[in-house]
């Protein structure tokens, strides 16, 4: 019974804290499944772009043009 509660412990905190990646990670960033669709396809347009002096505006011109 000694030797049983020493694995049992181990086992259930490695059961609990597992080896995959976690689900919600921070960096992800604000990425959509709609995001992931298009980068996925090759038609991916960032969200922002720059302006001129750094601030990041929405990338409107880019993500309603046409795309041909």
Do not use: N
Not at 1 to 29: H, K, N, W
Not at 46 to 66: E, Y
């Amino acid at each position: 019974m000694r030797r049983i509660r020493p694995f049992l412990l181990v086992l259930s905190v490695l059961a609990l804290t597992g080896c995959a990646r976690t689900l919600f990670t921070r960096d992800q960033g604000q990425t959509t499944q709609f995001d992931t669709y298009e980068l996925m396809r090759g038609d991916y347009v960032p969200r922002t772009v720059p302006d001129v002096f750094g601030t990041p505006q929405p990338a409107l011109r880019a993500r309603l043009g046409s795309r041909d």
